[in-house]
């Protein structure tokens, strides 16, 4: 799984940044989220790498482009058929997970019952969905354009009022695929010919924040241990 460049950026922030900087703990908890958050996607490729898609088919991860206004947009995967095409947005959340329809509120509570708020997953993925069917619209194409959100997290729990919510637990995704496999018929959609179309829009997005350098421990890595210092010049190599 490839990583983003914001992931890239945030992974070296934390080995750097001095200890006693008052942002160091939060940049720490950004990174901690980042790094569940791609254990989720690398789930879902395994998941899916297991499963036996009953067409042809191309899967993209990770897709990012900027769109014709300027805005970004970052799909976890993208699962395109002669079926349907498929968004999925992951989610590795622990805890009791709730929904209010009425607000788009989308919320956990933890199990020391705290309650924690959460970007919509709903939105996110309903706005992804609206730029792709427009962008295949350009190209006078106009199949099913799906999205689904994938909690990765086995111990996670669904409040009843997900039950008519396009949400489900990585576990059942085989079986989810299956019945939009019976419920989509066929089409004249060519997967690898909608895969280019997206590949000449992909770029990957810069980091999302930057930082100055006065904020940051400068050296190299050891290898080895992790020490961070100057290096040494000593028979003939850098040590």
């Given at each position: 799984?490839?990583?983003?460049?914001?992931?890239?950026?945030?992974?070296?922030?934390v080995h750097?940044?001095?200890?006693?900087d008052?942002?160091?703990?939060?940049?720490?908890?950004?990174?901690?989220?980042?790094?569940?958050?791609?254990?989720?996607?690398?789930?879902?490729?395994?998941?899916?790498?297991d499963?036996?898609?009953?067409?042809?088919?191309?899967?993209?991860?990770?897709?990012?482009?900027i769109?014709?206004?300027?805005?970004?947009?970052?799909?976890?995967?993208?699962?395109?058929?002669?079926?349907f095409?498929?968004?999925?947005?992951?989610?590795?959340?622990?805890?009791?997970?709730f929904y209010?329809p009425?607000?788009?509120?989308?919320?956990?509570?933890?199990?020391?019952?705290?309650?924690?708020?959460?970007?919509?997953?709903?939105?996110?993925?309903?706005?992804?969905?609206?730029?792709?069917?427009?962008?295949?619209?350009?190209?006078a194409?106009?199949?099913?354009?799906?999205?689904?959100?994938?909690?990765?997290?086995?111990?996670?729990?669904?409040?009843?009022?997900?039950?008519s919510?396009?949400?489900?637990?990585?576990?059942?995704?085989?079986?989810y695929?299956?019945?939009?496999?019976?419920?989509?018929?066929?089409t004249?959609l060519?997967?690898?010919?909608?895969?280019?179309?997206?590949?000449?829009i992909?770029?990957?997005?810069?980091?999302?924040?930057?930082?100055?350098?006065?904020?940051?421990?400068?050296?190299?890595?050891?290898?080895?241990?992790e020490?961070?210092?100057?290096m040494?010049?000593?028979?003939?190599?850098?040590?």
């Amino acid at each position: 799984m490839q990583k983003s460049k914001h992931y890239l950026f945030m992974e070296a922030l934390v080995h750097r940044i001095h200890a006693h900087d008052e942002e160091a703990l939060r940049f720490q908890e950004e990174f901690y989220r980042l790094q569940a958050g791609l254990a989720g996607e690398m789930k879902l490729k395994t998941t899916l790498a297991d499963y036996f898609i009953k067409s042809d088919y191309e899967i993209l991860y990770n897709f990012e482009c900027i769109n014709p206004r300027g805005f970004t947009h970052q799909i976890d995967a993208l699962l395109i058929t002669p079926h349907f095409i498929i968004i999925f947005e992951v989610k590795q959340i622990s805890g009791g997970l709730f929904y209010k329809p009425a607000v788009h509120e989308f919320y956990r509570v933890t199990e020391k019952g705290v309650e924690e708020n959460f970007p919509n997953p709903f939105d996110q993925a309903y706005r992804h969905r609206l730029f792709i069917e427009q962008f295949l619209q350009q190209h006078a194409l106009k199949p099913p354009v799906l999205y689904l959100v994938v909690i990765a997290n086995y111990r996670a729990k669904l409040d009843i009022a997900f039950e008519s919510m396009p949400i489900i637990h990585l576990s059942s995704l085989p079986k989810y695929l299956e019945s939009l496999f019976e419920r989509y018929p066929t089409t004249t959609l060519v997967p690898h010919q909608i895969s280019k179309l997206f590949k000449s829009i992909q770029q990957h997005l810069p980091a999302r924040r930057q930082i100055e350098l006065s904020r940051l421990k400068t050296g190299v890595f050891c290898r080895h241990c992790e020490a961070l210092g100057p290096m040494i010049f000593y028979h003939g190599s850098w040590h």
